[in-house]
Every structure is written in C-alpha cells, then in structure tokens.
C-alpha cells in the first residue's frame, strides 16, 4: 500500500507528493492512481460515509512525481481552475536533460499539437497551440554532459517540458517516449507550487526537493 505523503490539509484544500510513476486519476489501466489514494484516504481519517468528494484541478504524466493539489470543496475546485485559467497557478519544475544548454536562462515558445498516438508534436500556428515555458540552469554536469534545469511554464500542454526540450536536442534523461532509452527514470520533477488560496485568498507556496543534480542521481542509483 502507498502511503501518502500529505504536505498541507484544511478543510478546502490538500496538497500531496505524487509518487513517480502514479497515475493522477484512474484510466483503463486498472492501476492505482492519486485521486482514489486520497479518497480512500479522507474516507478513513474522517469516517464519511459514502462517496468522498474530491476536484482534481491539474495533473502530472504518470512517470512524473512532484507537488499536486486537490479540492476537497467544488467551490475550491472551481476557484483554483480559474487561477490556472487566468495563468494565476504557478508550477515550478526541475528536469535533468541530455547536453549542456547553451544559454544559462530562456525562453521555449512553440505550437504544439497532441497526436492521436497519444504523442505531442511541434507544428505550425495553424495546426498547434501556442506553448511556452521559461528555464534557469542550475547545475552542469560535464562528466556526464547533463544540465539541470529549473522550469516555469506558462502554458500547460501535453508533454509539453519534455516535448520543447526534446525537439531542440536536449532531450529529458530517462524519457522513453522523446528521449533515449536508458532505462532510468524520468529526471522530471514538479517540485513547487505557487496559488491563491481558494477561501483564504491569501498566497502559498508548496515545495518538495532540493533543487540538485544528486536528488536525481539518488533516485536512479
């Protein structure tokens, strides 16, 4: 059994790791995902009868782990779609990826379109949706010839991280689908969260993990 690690609860809101590797919801894998995990979660630290509510606002790819929120009210569910809506509902990555970036900060704007395949793409303004994304180096490692990267996005699109730096030949270590087959996991992390409070109109900021190269090569070790 999964045990959850709950980094913030009130009565609106709960914000969790997710594991590398978990679903965000449930899909027609039958495997266990974070939104039933939670719910069974509050079902029994509450004793509810029933079926428990709980919003998922926003999600992370299966083999991501990092900082998610849930809405434990359909009022703070429909308050925080509105920040992610209005760009208002910030979320910080870190990703370890294959070269040395050239630039030590940038900026990523393409258009990007979610094949039926399952796989995004880069194409064109007609056919794609605009996509951008911001990225700081943090760390180099020559040895290796790997960069770490920490990343805001502005947009939230399919794959979108590992798609941008991918089709400029930086392609995420441990990436299946765009990048190499080494075997290793995914080095992509969301490791903060930044957003109004949905009643307490107030902002927080969740974070997890230090932002370092070793924090992946622990994982992968």
């Known amino acids: 059994m999964i045990k959850l690690?709950?980094?913030?609860?009130?009565n609106?809101?709960?914000?969790?790791?997710?594991?590398?590797?978990?679903?965000?919801?449930?899909?027609?894998?039958?495997?266990?995902?974070?939104?039933?995990?939670?719910?069974?979660y509050i079902k029994e630290k509450y004793n509810k009868p029933?079926?428990?509510?709980?919003?998922?606002?926003?999600?992370?790819?299966?083999p991501v782990g990092g900082v998610m929120v849930f809405a434990k009210t359909s009022k703070a569910a429909s308050r925080l779609s509105?920040?992610?809506?209005?760009?208002?509902?910030?979320?910080?990555?870190?990703?370890?990826?294959?070269?040395?970036?050239?630039?030590?900060?940038?900026?990523?704007?393409?258009?990007?379109?979610?094949?039926?395949?399952?796989?995004?793409?880069?194409?064109?303004?007609?056919?794609g949706k605009l996509s951008i994304l911001h990225y700081k180096v943090l760390d180099i490692n020559k040895e290796k010839n790997e960069t770490l990267v920490e990343i805001k996005l502005e947009t939230g699109r399919h794959h979108q991280i590992r798609v941008q730096f991918s089709s400029r030949g930086y392609p995420l270590c441990g990436d299946q689908r765009y990048g190499k087959m080494d075997n290793t996991q995914i080095a992509l992390y969301a490791y903060k969260l930044e957003f109004i409070h949905p009643v307490k109109k107030e902002k927080v900021t969740f974070s997890l993990c230090k932002p370092n190269l070793q924090y992946f090569n622990d994982f992968n070790s």
């Open 5 to 10: 690690n709950i980094i913030y609860e009130d």
């Open 12 to 40: 609106h809101i709960i914000v969790v790791e997710k594991p590398f590797n978990i679903l965000s919801q449930a899909d027609n894998t039958g495997d266990i995902d974070m939104l039933t995990l939670i719910k069974n």
């Open 50 to 62: 029933g079926n428990v509510y709980l919003g998922l606002v926003h999600r992370l790819d299966r």
């Open 82 to 127: 509105d920040q992610i809506r209005k760009n208002e509902f910030d979320k910080t990555y870190l990703a370890v990826v294959h070269g040395i970036l050239k630039e030590k900060e940038g900026t990523f704007k393409d258009y990007l379109k979610k094949n039926n395949d399952g796989n995004t793409i880069v194409t064109n303004e007609k056919d």
